[in-house]
């Protein structure tokens, strides 16, 4: 007799009692003894889940901290879709679905989705989305696509997350068709387990060949037209401060390497690190930095702002978005909020405020821990599914 083989999905070997090896249907148990069944874990399928971990660990802490509740955490695919998990939580859309240049596989690619989910909802499953930009901060495929995943999005998300309370009025106002679905709050979590920040500033500006005597501006991450960046480079240059450098370190469009390369040519107080940042490298810069300046043109909620922070360093960001109340968590010491455009008045403004303000060591991320953010997600979860399904058109 061949024996049974493993359920890998529940990791337990099913083996069958005449092969004479343990299982849970092995004859240890008397034979009028029911055998007991385990409830299968309620399963959520990311997109994405953990494969981003080295790009931005975001997802793959928020999951470690899902599967900690009990849940099973899987990447989504459409063959999984289909067998019916209990939750489906996208949190970049745009990324799923536009990513091509033929609005035929993008139509595909939602016609697949809507086919695959309609048979999912057969068994309970619930489409959540975390909402963490409400405009893409690029337009991808064509206007009648952007419109139809706009449209799909619209019928069919059983539950909005957010990471700010300012969020929950921008969402319903961008998608008035969600005045009856439940908008719930999960914060974006800190860094501070997942980047070297332990490294001093001394021990970084050696490394990075900095005089230590020097106050550092910096700019760390992604560049982007939205982040902005060519205007901390004006406001830098008419800054009166020769005992100030400015770092310009992440990696931006060609078109915009070329803008900041023209900038900075004749600028010896200008440093640029232009390209993919590893993690090694963006925890340096940032502790090696006295203060970081995202002068964002928009912004609804900011990983760079977490980043900079979790690495022990004060903030500039403009008043949008999630901003203020970030510093309302962690305190007006750590994050200067500036209204309109960003200009060398601006960047003056946040000198003064660097050194006439005094602060402790490290900012209180306690707002921002993993393990609440967790039990937040999960409740969400319990109250989107225990909800009854509501057609929208």
Known sequence: MRCVGSDRSHG????????????????????????????????????????????????????EQVEAHGWRVQEFSLRRLLQGPEIVH?????????????????????????????????????????????????????????????????????????????????????????ADVPVKITPHGHYRDDYLVDQTA?????????????????????????KNVPALLQAFSELDDPGTE?????????????????RAQDAPRIRMHLGRLSEDEMARWLRAANLVVLPYLTIQNSG?????????????????????????????EWVFTYDGPFTAQTLERAMEWLRDTPR???????ALDWSTIGRLTIAAYDEIQSMPRQRRS
């Open 202 to 226: 001394e021990e970084a500006r050696q490394a990075l060949g900095i005089d230590p005597e020097r106050t550092l501006i910096a700019y760390v991450g992604a560049i982007r037209a939205y």
């Open 304 to 332: 760079s702002a977490i980043l900079a922070l979790s690495a022990d360093r004060p903030v500039v960001a403009p008043a949008l978005g999630a901003i203020p109340e970030l510093a309302r968590e962690v305190g007006s």
């Open 12 to 63: 337990i070997d099913m083996l069958c009692a005449p092969c004479g090896r343990r299982g849970p249907w092995s004859s240890t148990r008397k034979l009028n003894e029911r055998p007991v069944s385990m409830p299968r874990p309620k399963t959520v399928l990311a997109e994405p889940a953990f494969r981003t971990r080295s790009a931005n660990p975001y997802n793959a802490r928020l999951y």
């Open 360 to 366: 402790p060591a490290r900012p209180d991320l306690g």
């Open 90 to 178: 996208m949190h970049w859309p745009e990324l799923l679905f536009l990513t091509s240049h033929r609005p035929w596989e993008v139509a595909w690619r939602l016609f697949t989705f809507s086919a695959c989910l309609r048979v999912a909802r057969a068994r309970g499953t619930r489409l959540v989305w975390t909402a963490h930009n409400l405009e893409a901060h690029e337009e991808r495929s064509t206007p009648e696509m952007r419109a139809r995943l706009r449209r799909l999005w619209g019928q069919e998300v059983d539950g909005v997350l957010v990471l700010s309370e300012n969020a929950i009025q921008s969402v319903q106002q961008v998608f008035p068709e969600f």
């Open 246 to 262: 400015l770092i310009i370190a992440g990696a931006p469009t060609r078109a915009i390497a070329d803008d900041l390369t023209a």
